[in-house]
Nanobody, 129 residues
């Protein structure tokens, strides 16, 4: 069992930046593929970014993103802190949502929330225009 806790959300103006962190307890996060999802009011939860686990932990694993955030968001691991971070830049009002981190044991690429086994409680990101 792995417990996930997100942090770093807040209110930012258009064009600003935020860094979200997903911290784990109970397990080493580098053993899991970790994804970030978001859910805006009245919308379905959507995939944002993920980083797969790697047998060579130092490499961090492969990363992939939804097209709408490519070039603006960066997902990365901090194994010393046992976290996966999401650096978000050039934020837009349409990025406003509750952001969730999730984890799964499989290393295969997955964009579906249903394929992730563990979830955090979410952190609110609001981008004002």
């Amino acid at each position: 069992q792995v417990q996930l806790v997100e942090s770093g959300g807040g209110l930012v103006q258009t064009g600003g930046s935020l860094r979200l962190s997903c911290a784990a307890s109970g397990r080493t996060l580098s053993d899991y593929t970790v994804g970030w999802f978001r859910q805006a009011p009245g919308k379905e939860r959507e995939f944002v970014a993920a980083i797969s686990w790697s047998v060579t932990r130092w490499s961090g694993g492969s990363t992939y993103y939804v097209d709408s955030v490519k070039g603006r968001f960066t997902i990365s691991r901090d194994n010393a802190r046992n976290t996966v971070d999401l650096q978000m830049t050039s934020l837009k009002p349409e990025d406003t949502a509750v952001y969730y981190c999730a984890a799964r044991r499989s290393a295969s690429r997955s964009y579906s929330p249903g394929e992730y086994d563990y979830w955090g409680q979410g952190t609110q990101v609001t981008v004002s225009s």
